[in-house]
């Protein structure tokens, strides 16, 4: 069984510009989170996917994010404007009910 | 606010011995926790987890205690190996798909 995928693994891009990251979640997930690490600090939540519907997205940092799952297959999550904070880590994650929840490889995001 | 914390950012062992690594939570609410394993350049890999009804827990080689008194958790490593150098994670849940992590703590097995 394939695990959660991200792509791509890293992406280095200038404030003010526009990132597009990728998760294709394990086969038959319906619930898909993103979460991200910001300067060697905890892992945050940011938002919790019921096949296509946001169930969570309480950990959303603002308006600049935008998260999407169209047809509850694999999400994207983009970043417009770009900002020098939201450099990091950025995880997926997926699960057949709301535990055990299995992560991708994250993609490192660095703002110039 | 909520938080789940660890009392130490590193540990250092030696190859065979046993490792604890502790991590405090805030929240008493939560009724699950699970403990993350992540490599250098990998996502945090799922190790062992436990519900609130619990106090212990036991894998392959891994334990995991629960002290809901003292809002306590721990992970114990037992015959330490250099494969489990990492830096692991605990993490809370309460009646929902929200994990909420603490900061860390990197292990480092000496051969």
């Known amino acids: 069984e394939a695990g959660v995928t991200q792509f791509p693994s890293h992406s280095v891009i200038e404030k003010g510009q526009t990132v597009t990251l990728r998760c294709d979640p394990i086969s038959g997930h319906d619930n898909l989170y993103w979460y991200r690490r910001v300067m060697g600090k905890e892992i945050k939540f940011l938002l919790h996917f019921v096949k296509e519907s946001k169930q969570d997205e309480s950990g959303m940092p603002n308006n600049r994010f935008l998260a999407e799952r169209t047809g509850g297959t694999y999400s994207t999550l983009k970043v417009q404007p770009a900002e020098l904070e939201d450099s990091g880590v950025y995880f997926c994650a997926s699960s057949r009910v709301e535990r055990e929840q299995f992560f991708g490889p994250g993609t490192r995001l660095t703002v110039l | 606010g909520e938080s789940v914390g660890l009392h130490l950012p590193t540990l250092s062992v030696q190859e065979g011995d046993n490792s604890i690594i502790n991590c405090a939570y805030s929240n008493s609410a939560s009724d699950y926790f699970i403990w993350y394993k992540q490599e250098s350049g990998k996502g945090p890999q799922f190790i062992i987890d436990i519900r609130s009804n619990m106090d212990k827990r036991q894998g392959q080689r891994v334990t995991v205690l629960l002290n809901k008194t003292v809002k306590h958790l721990s992970l114990q490593i037992a015959a330490t190996q250099p494969g489990d150098s990492a830096v692991y994670f605990c993490?809370?849940?309460?009646?929902?798909?929200?994990?909420?992590f603490g900061q860390g703590t990197e292990l480092s097995v000496k051969p």
């Open positions: 993490a809370e849940s309460n009646q929902g798909g929200k994990l909420i």
